[in-house]
């Protein structure tokens, strides 16, 4: 049974304790921002002459930041027809194709970016080889791979890889990516945990998160009434993606950044 003392306790401790959270706050680092990871591209020394390959790239906003801020070359790649059209449609070189098979010869680009999508592959290894044939002998691959972590309950787990559709490695996290990296042949010259700081960022900003949550709360709450317009296989993958922030703030997924290089 709870001790009154308990409660007394725990509710003055947390009177107490509001300054201090506001201060660690205050004096500790501000999460990044999504737009810092393009300050790895940068030591790549990539101008007018270069060539990027955006691989996965969805609408290319992306490969948008990419052209603007290093003036090269950039090719958006992917899977999606919709997603290369729109893509397209803001002025980018983008093409539909499957990062599997690049559509570009051996040894032809500067930089392969690749974020979050390599998850999607069946095979991380393949992409990666694939990535390592198109690429110079000074070239660069920028990766950023979500992955589920041990914090992951199982349950939660395994509702997360059915409405995703996961390829099976993933439930292997970054270790099977690591030793892709090695096998494929690539140098690691940069690795970190990116997560959860873009969330926070973003929590702070006031971006999509805030909206992606009350979508959370709401479909949860009239589960009944969004599954019967979207069908149970859409509302559990509308779910997964808007639990991703969450999960990703809670350290259930986290995000990895390489920098791997040919040489
Ligand atoms: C989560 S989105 C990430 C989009 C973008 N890179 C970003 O960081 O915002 C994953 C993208 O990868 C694409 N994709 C998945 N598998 C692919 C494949 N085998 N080849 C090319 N694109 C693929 C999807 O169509 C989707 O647009």
Do not use: N
């Amino acid at each position: 049974m709870r001790k009154p003392d308990s409660v007394v306790d725990q509710f003055t401790g947390f009177l107490e304790l509001v300054p201090v959270v506001d201060r660690l706050m205050a004096e500790t680092a501000a999460p990044r921002s999504p737009e810092d990871l393009l300050d790895l591209v940068e030591p790549l020394g990539l101008g007018p002459g270069s060539l990027v390959v955006d691989a996965g790239s969805y609408d290319g906003g992306w490969a948008r930041r990419l052209e603007k801020r290093f003036g090269s070359e950039v090719l958006a790649l992917d899977v999606v027809p919709a997603a290369v059209g729109a893509a397209a449609q803001s002025g980018t070189r983008a093409v539909t194709g499957d990062v599997q098979r690049l559509p570009i010869r051996a040894a032809a680009a500067d930089l392969v970016w690749c974020r979050d999508m390599l998850s999607c592959v069946p095979d991380p290894l393949a992409a990666l080889r694939e990535f390592w044939r198109a690429l110079k002998s000074t070239g660069a691959v920028v990766l950023y791979v979500a992955f589920p972590t041990p914090e992951l309950e199982p349950k939660e787990r395994e509702r997360l890889f059915k409405a995703l559709d996961a390829p099976e490695w993933w439930a292997g996290g970054r270790a099977v990516v690591d030793d892709a990296i090695v096998d494929a042949g690539f140098q690691v010259v940069h690795h970190e945990q990116v997560s959860p700081e873009h969330q926070e960022r973003a929590l702070l900003d006031g971006g999509d998160i805030a909206r992606e949550l009350a979508i959370l709360g709401r479909i949860q709450r009239e589960r009944a009434r969004f599954e019967s317009e979207m069908g149970i296989i859409w509302y559990e993958r509308w779910r997964a993606w808007m639990a991703w922030a969450p999960y990703l703030l809670l350290g259930k997924l986290q995000t990895v950044v390489w920098v791997l290089r040919k040489a």
